[in-house]
């Protein structure tokens, strides 16, 4: 047997505590029970229950089967008096007891606090646990006061663990249910792992915070955890376990999309924008819970990263968006946690920024047409040999095409003779003054202007502003096809 599947809700779920029966009622306790509540109900007069710390909302028929299925259960049973108030001596009502029928739970706890004597003070320990334990789950909200009855629970449940006369009454508690499925190695087993179960809770609860967004609550929790005095190795196997969920979910987006790019690569886009709005909530409740280098949080990103690549390739091939792709291999490269995918991702992007340079016009951004590229010659690694008086130039050249649209081609040969007509322009406006051709030579002028105006009009970037003619220059290259020096 292991102690495994505890829930926030254990309490609200305790067999003992819907029906309101003593850990220590027997099989005719539980029969007698379980007729009265049957006649109950044919009379339509079923109401809240019995015993003591009452369920605030009075269980249903559903609620009241899995107690009694729980009490069949010797060993669930077990675990449900493990989690549920003892009394003090042999059954028998004491004071802690009857002020607990009474409703005041807070003179039951100095009734507890005030235990001395053995083995009544491990009852009493373990009692002030449960309690404690109770009340920390049933609070609205992680505050002060929920924080303080959390560290008080798992101080006495760390004190109930290691007492072993405590687990020698559940030895026999154990034999006095006389079932052979009760052993003493079953007691043995929930002892070892009631510390990982109690952490279990906890950090479904922190889970649960950060899925609602509730970061300080989750972030209180996994302290509380921190602090509880177990092992942090279980800490870390609870948290772990806790967001299984999410990690299984995500390979899950994973895998399906995976799945659908490969029956619509056209679509990668929008498949690689679904997959991230739907994953990106799963990773942030994994990073809000586990560390930032731990295996799953690592893990998780990658496969995030690749599957958004994956989508993006697919796209980009098929559809040429560069834009678009390298707009969504950004957070991809935001996702990704080894240096081997980030390279992987990043590699992409520099090929995608290369071909979307390629594919718009430098000048004005629209789409460019690859006939009307400009041609730029460019020379560099120039090596300068002097041997006998003499000096021998050497140098390589490239030619860069800069991407450029039609209307920019255009309106470049526009200019070009443009320029050309300034010169003859302002000769004939002067001959025209000389000759007393005001009117003419007013004329001239204003065509001069507009013509001055228009050749200057525009966006006219600087060639050294396209990125591979940056790197050039970087390098040392400038424009034309030889040195200077070298004449032709």
Same mark, same amino acid.
């Given at each position: ?105 807070? #003179? +039951?706890? !100095?009734? /507890?606090? @005030?235990?001395? =004597?053995?083995? &009544?003070?491990? *009852? %009493? ?19 002060? #006061? +929920?924080? !303080?009855? /959390?560290? @008080?629970?798992? =101080?006495?449940? &760390?004190?109930? *663990? %290691? ?20 052993? +003493? ?10 510390? &990982?179960?109690?952490? %279990? ?36 196997? %609870? ?227 396209f990125g591979p003619v940056k790197e050039l220059y970087a390098k040392g290259w400038r424009p034309g ?8």
């Amino acid at each position: 047997m292991k102690l495994v599947g505890l829930r926030p809700d254990l309490y609200r779920e305790n067999a003992f505590r819907i029906t309101g029966l003593p850990v220590r009622a027997t099989t005719r306790d539980i029969r007698r029970h379980t007729e009265k509540l049957r006649l109950m109900e044919s009379l339509g007069r079923v109401g809240a229950s019995e015993g003591i710390l009452p369920p605030a909302q009075p269980p249903d028929e559903d609620a009241r089967q899995r107690a009694a299925q729980r009490l069949r259960d010797p060993v669930s049973r077990l675990v449900d008096e493990l989690f549920w108030l003892w009394p003090m001596a042999d059954g028998e009502t004491d004071a802690a007891m009857a002020a607990l029928l009474k409703g005041e739970p807070y #003179d +039951a706890l !100095r009734v /507890w606090e @005030r235990t001395t =004597k053995r083995p &009544a003070k491990a *009852i %009493a320990v373990h009692n002030i646990a449960v309690l404690s334990h109770v009340w920390a789950l049933d609070a609205d909200r992680l505050d002060a #006061d +929920a924080i !303080r009855l /959390w560290k @008080r629970a798992y =101080k006495c449940w &760390a004190e109930v *663990i %290691a007492d072993d006369s405590f687990w020698d009454l559940m030895r026999a508690r154990a034999k006095e249910l006389d079932d052979p499925r009760l052993t +003493a190695g079953t007691v043995r087993r929930i002892r070892e792992d009631l510390p &990982a179960a109690l952490l %279990a809770i906890n950090a479904q609860l922190a889970v649960a915070a950060a899925r609602d967004g509730q970061l300080k609550d989750s972030r209180g929790h996994i302290s509380g955890m921190r602090a509880s005095g177990f092992a942090s190795e279980l800490v870390d196997e %609870a948290l772990h376990g806790a967001v299984e969920h999410e990690k299984s979910r995500i390979k899950t987006l994973c895998e399906n999309a995976g799945q659908a790019i490969r029956a619509a690569p056209g679509r990668g886009d929008e498949l690689a924008e679904r997959f991230l709005d739907e994953a990106k909530p799963l990773l942030r409740v994994v990073t809000s819970v586990l560390p930032d280098d731990h295996r799953v949080v690592r893990d998780a990103g990658d496969d995030m990263a690749l599957t958004v690549l994956g989508c993006v390739v697919a796209y980009v091939n098929t559809a040429k968006g560069y834009q678009r792709s390298l707009d969504l291999l950004q957070p991809a490269l935001a996702l990704a946690n080894t240096e081997s995918v980030r390279d992987r991702v990043q590699e992409n992007v520099d090929i995608i920024r290369d071909n979307l340079s390629y594919a718009s016009c430098f000048f004005c951004g629209q789409d460019a047409d690859k006939a009307c590229a400009l041609k730029l010659p460019m020379h560099g690694d120039v090596n300068r040999e002097t041997a006998y008086y003499q000096t021998r130039i050497t140098w390589r050249t490239v030619t860069v095409h800069v991407p450029r649209c039609r209307r920019c081609r255009r309106k470049r040969g526009w200019r070009i003779a443009g320029s050309v007509l300034i010169g003859p322009l302002a000769a004939v406006t002067v001959v025209a003054f000389l000759m007393d051709a005001i009117a003419l030579g007013t004329v001239l002028i204003a065509v001069g202007i507009f013509v001055t105006s228009w050749l200057i009009a525009g966006s006219r970037r600087d060639l050294t502003e396209f990125g591979p003619v940056k790197e050039l220059y970087a390098k040392g290259w400038r424009p034309g096809d030889r040195p200077s020096e070298a004449g032709r």
